[in-house]
């Protein structure tokens, strides 16, 4: 009897639950007369995605281009309302019109259980003012000037090991080395560190730098969505040693360069600046206003951005120099055209320069191509936190979830035409001034566009200019066409990675 009476407790359990959800949690926007896609209890939409079938970029861009006729779209994550944001005029208002109702994203953010997470990313509020006014002078172009030396030693040995590699291999998976470059450019800017990934391949930054995104797509929606769980039950969003590993990198760092006074053009050294003074000393012709914002950042806050920096560097810029070698492996007429630029600049300016670097306008729109058809940052997530009303018949109240489905905007064939196609031509001049200005989002836009934007631009160029200067390059049979994408990623990202046939020159 007592197990028959559980039983039915249970069930009655469930259907109480059952009824709830679909009677009260899902009706959120029927009851505001908003198009809405029929969730399913209790993942409302996200099911494709916590069970692996798609990555959230694809999922958002699939509703995004089978709903676009609705200019905004109901959907559930988890128990929570999330209004996807299909046009581009509502898309400007979110992230820049009407900022003052959406300026967080919404992610998880707890500086007491995770320290790490206190960083320019995550933190809301006037936490987030106060310290954007402290770092916008760190990436002004006379400090990414200072920086370049360590850009353009890392593109070097970038080259240096592939030569090494091709004596002996037939392929290389180009994501790997790519991983190991941009880990040592920004250990090298970020901490001050040579940590010679690209030599030592089982190096303990490089393995702790990819731990940072081997995360279950379920514990991702849960930070990104419902991040009130994770607080709640004082989960971490950095594994705890992970933190402490990033932590005492840092801090060691820091007492080693004060001690033996060290002083060095990176990022470190501007940050060590905002825990001595409180700001970022000025460039000239640097026009940043910190006089009214000079409070010190303690070491844990500079570990946060130490940290942003990283995985903001490191992933994403891996990822896109991927896609962009694959795209130039398959398109062998784009390839030789970028390498002739590449030849022709550098013969004009001598030698491998920032502004050599910034005078190759073909090369930029190889990236820009790259990043639209292969967004590293696929949505763009904000949460309304003031009652709004986006249109005469959009409400949007307090707390509901608000996302940008970037891939969507981006492969949308009625903004660019055939969008699977790679063509560097759609960002001439011409062709950008007929866009609408927010139909291109890979570093998001409005006053929480990508701080880091102008170095990741740079990163990522040096290390396609090194390796098209030495080598050229052919797509080998075991990378599929099209990719596959990791649906298990939480970056946009190829599936199995990247196979290519390199030759030297």
């Known amino acids: 009897m007592l197990i028959v009476g559980a039983i039915t407790t249970f069930v009655i359990a469930l259907c109480l639950v059952y009824i709830y959800y679909k009677f009260v949690v899902f009706n959120f926007w029927r009851k505001r007369s908003i198009f809405y896609v029929e969730p399913v209890i209790p993942t409302g939409n996200l099911t494709p995605v916590l069970k692996g079938k798609l990555s959230i970029g694809e999922l958002l861009r699939n509703i995004y281009l089978k709903y676009k006729g609705h200019r905004a779209i109901g959907t559930y994550t988890f128990f929570k309302p999330n209004l996807v944001i299909a046009d581009l005029d509502l898309v400007r208002i979110v992230l820049t019109k009407e900022f003052a109702s959406f300026h967080d994203r919404g992610y998880y953010c707890n500086e007491k259980v995770d320290p790490l997470s206190g960083n320019l990313f995550l933190l809301p509020g006037r936490k987030w ?8 002078s760190t990436f002004t172009s006379g400090k990414l ?9 890392c593109g070097e040995e970038l080259a240096t090991s592939l030569e090494e590699v091709a004596k002996t291999e037939s392929c290389i998976e180009i994501k790997e080395i790519f991983a190991r470059y941009t880990i040592d450019v920004i250990m090298s800017a970020a901490f001050g560190i040579k940590s010679n990934c690209m030599k030592t391949p089982d190096s303990e930054i490089l393995y702790q730098g990819k731990k940072l995104f081997q995360y279950h797509m379920f514990w991702y929606a849960l930070f990104a969505f419902v991040p ?14 992970i933190s402490k590993f990033f932590i005492k990198v840092f801090r060691d760092t820091v007492q080693h360069r004060q001690t033996h006074n060290v002083v060095r053009h990176d990022f470190m050294n501007l940050l060590i600046q ?57 398109n062998q007429d784009v390839q030789n055209k970028l390498r002739q630029e590449i030849d022709e600049v550098l013969r004009k300016h001598g030698e491998m320069t920032y502004d050599a670097v910034n005078d190759m306008t073909y090369l930029h729109k190889v990236i820009n191509e790259t990043l639209r058809k292969y967004p590293p940052v696929s949505i763009l997530n904000r949460i309304c936190t003031e009652t709004i009303d986006l249109s005469s018949t959009i409400h949007v109240p307090k707390g509901t979830l608000i996302t940008i489905p970037v891939l969507g905007i981006q492969r949308d064939p009625a903004i660019y035409p055939n969008p699977d196609m790679f063509d ?43 390796i098209l200067l030495n080598f050229k390059l052919k797509l080998h049979p075991q990378t599929s066409v099209p990719l596959i994408i990791d649906e298990a990623s939480i970056v946009f990202a190829p599936k199995g990675g990247v196979h290519l046939t390199i030759k030297p020159r």
């Open 129 to 136: 003012r106060n310290l954007r006014v402290k770092l916008t």
């Open 145 to 153: 000037k200072q920086m370049f030396e360590v850009l353009k030693d």
């Open 228 to 241: 009130q769980i994770a607080e709640f039950f004082a989960i971490p969003l950095v594994g705890r040693n």
């Open 274 to 330: 905002t825990m001595e003074k409180g700001y970022v000393a000025h460039d000239k012709g640097d026009t940043a206003d910190v006089s009214s914002n000079t409070s010190k950042m303690s070491i844990l806050e500079a570990a946060a951005q130490a940290y942003a920096f990283f995985i903001g560097g490191f992933e994403t810029a891996s990822t896109t120099a991927t896609f962009c070698l694959y795209e130039l492996a398959i």
């Open 424 to 466: 560097p031509e759609r960002f001439n001049t011409d062709q950008i001034a007929a866009r609408h200005p927010y139909s291109y989002l890979p570093f998001g836009e409005g006053p929480r566009v990508c701080i880091g934007q102008r170095f990741g631009y740079m990163q990522t160029k040096v290390g396609v200019i090194n």
